[in-house]
């Protein structure tokens, strides 16, 4: 063996041992650049689209997620819970939402796309309080005898129906505003984002 083969020997050993050094560290500055390219939790909460599971919301059932830092109610409404949205209609300040609280596709007397499920910003329109729900119907709701069940904002007394329709005569001057979604499936739902996007 020559002193030329033992040179290159040890230069073939130091281009690969630099080509692998110079390897990890791309590696290991590339894996936190492509992760600051996906949205943060700060991002996700000043608009992003969240994306929603529904299929365990069983019927009469309501949960919550926050998007844009705003409580996003999604209720699964009962047959009867559906049926009393068109018996009280002359209750309400705005029944037909003329107001533009809504999408255009979630303007008509269920305020959705599926007439079972709503999806409602659950911050009041009066002065942002976070209104509770009232889904026990008649004197048991604690509201009025008649109570078809909804929302009630307890600082200065909005009620709103299941809907989110306020009724007459309440400090809130709105209905609950309905946010922009749309379904990826039937148990898959975006909220922040609708096909018109």
């Known amino acids: 063996m020559s002193c030329d083969d033992t040179v290159d020997c ?3 050993r130091l281009l690969v041992a630099t080509a692998a050094a110079g390897g990890v560290a ?3 500055v590339a894996v936190p650049f492509v ?16 994306e929603v599971d529904i299929s365990k919301l069983a019927p009469g059932e309501m949960m919550t997620v926050e998007w844009r830092g705003k409580p996003v109610w999604i209720i699964n409404r009962t ?3 559906l049926e009393s949205l ?8 705005d029944p037909k939402s003329e107001k533009n609280m809504q999408p255009a596709y979630a303007k008509n007397e269920t305020r959705s796309i599926k007439p079972e499920i709503l999806v409602a910003v659950g911050i009041c329109t009066h002065l942002g309080c976070s209104p509770t729900e009232k889904f026990k119907t008649g004197a048991e709701s604690g509201i009025e005898a008649d109570w078809p069940g909804g929302f009630f904002c307890p600082c200065h007394g909005s ?7 306020v009724y007459k005569s309440k400090p809130a001057p709105d209905n609950l505003e309905i946010p922009p979604h749309m379904y990826l499936g039937d148990a898959k739902l975006v909220i922040g984002e609708d096909k018109k996007a």
């Open 10 to 12: 040890g230069r073939r």
């Open 26 to 28: 791309g590696v290991a």
């Open 35 to 50: 992760a600051s390219m996906l949205p943060s939790e700060r991002a996700k909460a000043a608009g992003a689209p969240v």
């Open 79 to 81: 047959k009867e819970q």
């Open 86 to 93: 068109a018996k009280i209609g002359e209750k309400l300040a």
């Open 159 to 165: 009620t709103f129906d299941l809907a989110g329709r």
